[in-house]
Nanobody, 128 residues
Framework: QLQLVESGGGLVQPGGSLRLSCAAS????????IGWFRQAPGKEREGVSC????????YYADSVKGRFTISRDNAKNTWYLQMNSLKPEDTAVYYC?????????????????????WGQGTQVTVSS
């Protein structure tokens, strides 16, 4: 059974940092396109950052470029989202996702076409 479990969310002041983790079980991460998404109240889900399974290319939403970094540790079957210089507008529920059928970051993060496995979400709140 495929399962994703996020951790690392919380309350942080503007300018602070958090690292989200997504631990996968029931499958091997190597051949999956993975990503992080977020949804703020009253807003549509947004693809934040993704890594392609085919060529390792990465995608970052314009709003997080230069501040967020996605990484993966296949040996631990885990991927991460390092979030620095956090802003109040980063406040949202963050979800991780993995998809075997999708191979590009365009389809995963931009078009949001994944029907793969999703985590339960972790709340990130940026507030003073």
């Amino acid at each position: 059974q495929l399962q994703l479990v996020e951790s690392g969310g919380g309350l942080v002041q503007p300018g602070g940092s958090l690292r989200l983790s997504c631990a996968a079980s029931g499958f091997t991460l190597d051949y999956y396109t993975i990503g992080w998404f977020r949804q703020a109240p009253g807003k549509e889900r947004e693809g934040v950052s993704c890594i392609s399974s085919s060529d390792g290319s990465t995608y970052y939403a314009d709003s997080v470029k230069g501040r967020f970094t996605i990484s993966r540790d296949n040996a631990k079957n885990t991927w991460y989202l390092q979030m620095n210089s956090l802003k109040p507008e980063d406040t949202a529920v963050y979800y991780c996702a993995a998809d075997f059928l999708i191979t590009t970051v365009q389809a995963m993060c931009v078009s949001d076409r994944s029907t793969g496995s999703w985590g339960q979400g972790t709340q990130v709140t940026v507030s003073s």
